[in-house]
């Protein structure tokens, strides 16, 4: 059998994307990261991160306030929990700002026109009670916003696109935290599904206790219908006498 010559695009499969590659790293160093092979709009990038970076400066004010005028019986562990939420946010913003500098842009972090840049909103709270549910919609609001915005970038800025995926996750986690507060606080569920699971979980006491209460009534050997004999007494019940045998130390006994 003759053997076939060699492919030389089969031996060296890669050779040519890697020497077209370094070839294009030397090329446009200006750029910095933002490669040939990046497929976003860089331009729209920065912009669309500007405005995420307000965001989580707005948010890293609002926790920040709390955490120090928040008043009440129970405010210090909540205080607490906004402080560090506040120290989570500050860290977003800062990746935020790294991940503008690295595609070649200028982190905005002048106060003026904050407000009008961020997607929250920024609100003190008349009490405890407003504190946590206004960081709970503020959280609400940053977990839509994140979720378009990876769906925009995908796969055209695969980095920018898993920035935001690790935000968001912590934003989910703060959104149940504040959630659980203001379940706490106002002694009711927000969520629907917490709230049917609570209602059918009172139901189904009441019906139990219901159902204890009439069988305690119709029975006439039930606890709460006959008095009940001292112990090592004898009881008589129909043809049958027997002893009750004392219990031994300890058994039954509650301390």
Do not use: W
């Not at 031996?11 to 160093?29: E, G, I, K, N, Y």
């Not at 913003?93 to 920024?122: K, W």
């Amino acid at each position: 059998m003759t053997k076939a010559a060699p492919n030389s695009d089969h031996d060296h499969p890669f050779l040519t994307d890697v020497l077209t590659l370094r070839d294009r790293a030397r090329t446009h160093l200006e750029t910095g990261n933002v490669t040939q092979s990046y497929q976003g709009d860089v331009t729209r990038a920065i912009a669309i991160l500007q405005s995420v970076l307000a965001t989580e400066i707005v948010c890293v004010l609002r926790y920040t306030m709390h955490a120090i005028t928040a008043t009440g019986i129970s405010s210090e562990s909540v205080k607490a929990e906004f402080a560090q939420h506040a120290q989570d946010e500050q860290a977003h913003a800062i990746a935020v700002a790294e991940r503008i500098n690295q595609l070649g842009g200028m982190p905005n972090l002048s106060p003026d026109g904050l407000l009008t840049r961020s997607a929250s909103q920024y609100t003190q709270g008349g009490n405890l009670i407003d504190m946590i549910r206004e960081n709970y919609i503020a959280e609400r609001i940053a977990i839509d916003h994140y979720r378009e915005l990876i769906r925009y970038f995908s796969d055209d800025d695969p980095a920018t696109r898993t920035m935001l995926e690790g935000i968001l996750t912590t934003e989910e986690e703060h959104a149940n935290d504040m959630h659980d507060l203001l379940v706490a606080h106002e002694g009711r569920p927000t969520l629907p599904s917490q709230a049917r699971s609570r209602t059918h979980s009172l139901e189904g006491a009441r019906a139990r206790s219901s159902r204890a209460d009439l069988n305690r009534t119709s029975d006439p050997d039930s606890k709460s219908s006959r008095r009940t004999a001292p112990r090592g007494a004898t009881a008589s019940r129909g043809s049958r006498t027997r002893t009750k045998a004392p219990l031994s130390p300890g058994i039954g006994q509650h301390r």
